[in-house]
């Protein structure tokens, strides 16, 4: 929206009193500035984000060698699965901070592990070049958007 179009939308160039004009100015601010609540973790974009890559990494590890399944495949698995499990475990603890930012973290440090295990799988053979570089970008996009949390716990913490 441009200037102009804000002008028209405040009301200049009517006779419009100065608290009407600063009324609609507010609603206006006011629409850009809601957020929407989020209820469950399940609503969080980042578990989202986790859930379907650790479901990805089930889908691919199926094909992996036999002799990886106690080793490479389990581990893969576990770390891929605790992002989003630590995830909905900080939602609900969002109400005390340090706990929160402790789950965060480990939510984090479980993604960084994730993707070493994405290496080893790569370099062992068993992980196209494809799937490993779509998979490790959505890994740094998690770790990224938890980072923002991190940095900002009160942004997420009940009551604010």
């Known amino acids: 929206m441009d200037t102009r179009q804000i002008k028209l939308r405040m009301g200049e160039g009517e006779n419009r ?3 009407e004009k600063m009324f ?11 957020m929407k609540i989020i ?19 089930f ?17 893969i698995r576990r770390s891929s699965r ?16 340090k706990a929160f930012i402790s789950k965060l ?9 994730t993707q070493v295990w994405l290496d080893y799988s790569i370099e062992c053979g068993y992980l ?4 490993y570089e779509k998979l490790y970008e959505e890994y740094d996009k998690i770790i990224g958007k938890l980072v923002v949390m991190l940095r900002y716990p009160s942004k997420w913490s009940q009551g604010n």
Do not use: W
């Open 105 to 113: 973290s480990d939510c984090e440090a479980e993604a960084a592990e």
């Open 24 to 34: 609609i100015f507010v609603i206006i601010a006011a629409k850009n500035i809601i």
């Open 128 to 131: 196209s070049k494809d799937y």
């Open 39 to 57: 209820r469950s973790h399940k609503e969080l974009v980042v578990y989202q984000m986790a859930f379907k890559s650790s479901m990805e990494i």
């Open 17 to 19: 009193g100065m608290g």
């Open 82 to 97: 605790s992002v989003s499990a630590n995830l909905a475990e900080a939602f609900r603890k969002r109400r005390y901070e």
């Open 59 to 75: 889908t691919l590890t199926k094909s992996f060698p036999k002799e990886e399944l106690y080793s490479l495949v389990s581990q």
